[in-house]
C-alpha cells in the first residue's frame, strides 16, 4: 500500500487526484473501520490510517473518508478550541483548499466561504495568489496551507493575504519544514530540473526550503505572528487518538 500511494501521488497531478481519489478511499476505507484512531472532522474511528508520503510514507496519515492528514486534524481541533472559526459566522477565504475541509466549512459559513486557486477544479474562484481578486479588507479569516514553498514570490503572496484581511481578521499559513532546519530560508530559482529540485527542496514543485525564519518571513508581509505550539498542549492521549503531528506549530497571523 505504502508503495502504491507514493507511486500514485508522484505521478498524477494534483487536479487530478483531487477528481478520482475520494471515491477510490472511500471503498479502502471500509476495510480499515476499527477503535484505534479518529478523525475529528468527520468523528469517523479506524484500526489505523492509511500511509501517506512521497518518497517515504508515513504511516498512519490518511483518513481515507475525509482524505484529512495529520496537519489538518490538528488544524480543526485549534479552530475548534482556539479560534472563533466555529462560534461566529464569518467571511473566508480559503486558498488551495484541502477537500477535507471543503464541505464542513460551506456548512459553517455558507456563502460567505470563498475557495480560490490556479488550477483545482474544486475551488470556487481561479486566482493566482500574487494577485488575489478582492478587495482590501473584504476577509475575516484566510487559511493557506502549504502553498508558500510553490511560490514564485511568497512575500508578495503573503503581502497578498494580509491585505485582503479585515484589521483584526487572522489566517492560518503553514508551510512543510524538513530537519534539520537551517536559519534561513534558502531559494535559487536557477534550479529547474525535477530531480535536483526534490533533492534540494524535499519535492518537485517546490521552489524554496524553509529555515527558522518563516515567522520573520510571514512579519514581513505585515503580519503579527504567533508561533502556536498547540499540540504541545493537549496531551498525548489525544495526540495519539487522532494521529496528529506531534511536533507542528500553527502560524497564527493577525492583522
Not at 508515513?58 to 478550541?81: G, M, T, V, Y
Request: proline content about 6%.
Amino acid at each position: 500500500m505504502k508503495k502504491i500511494i507514493s507511486l500514485i501521488i508522484r505521478k498524477v497531478p494534483r487536479k487530478y487526484l483531487q477528481v478520482i481519489s475520494p471515491l477510490l478511499l472511500k471503498l479502502i476505507g471500509l476495510f480499515y473501520r476499527g477503535n484505534n484512531v479518529t478523525c475529528p472532522i468527520i468523528n469517523r474511528s479506524y484500526r489505523k490510517f492509511l500511509p501517506y508520503g512521497r518518497v517515504n510514507p508515513r504511516p498512519n496519515a490518511l483518513c481515507p473518508d475525509s482524505l484529512s492528514l495529520e496537519r489538518h486534524r490538528l488544524i480543526w481541533l485549534f479552530l475548534k478550541e482556539q479560534t472563533n472559526f466555529f462560534s461566529e459566522k464569518l467571511k473566508v477565504l480559503h486558498i488551495a483548499p484541502e477537500q477535507c475541509f471543503m464541505e464542513k466549512f460551506e456548512d459553517l459559513h455558507g456563502e460567505n466561504y470563498i475557495t480560490g486557486d490556479i488550477e483545482s477544479p474544486l475551488a470556487k474562484v481561479k486566482m493566482d495568489i500574487h494577485e488575489i481578486p478582492f478587495e482590501e479588507n473584504t476577509f475575516d479569516v484566510a487559511m493557506c496551507n502549504h502553498v508558500m514553498e510553490h511560490v514564485n514570490d511568497d512575500i508578495k503572496a503573503m503581502s497578498e493575504i494580509q491585505r485582503v484581511l479585515k484589521p483584526g481578521g487572522w489566517a492560518i499559513i503553514q508551510v512543510p519544514f524538513f530537519p534539520p532546519l537551517a536559519n534561513t530560508t534558502y531559494e535559487d530559482f536557477s534550479i529547474t530540473d525535477p530531480t535536483e529540485r526534490e533533492k534540494v527542496f524535499g519535492q518537485d514543485d517546490h521552489v524554496r526550503l524553509y529555515g527558522k525564519d518563516y515567522a520573520m518571513r510571514l512579519a514581513k508581509a505585515g503580519f503579527k505572528v504567533r508561533e502556536d505550539d498547540y499540540v504541545k498542549r493537549i496531551g498525548a492521549e489525544k495526540v495519539r487518538k487522532y494521529a496528529l503531528p506531534k511536533d507542528e506549530i500553527i502560524y497564527f497571523c493577525e492583522k
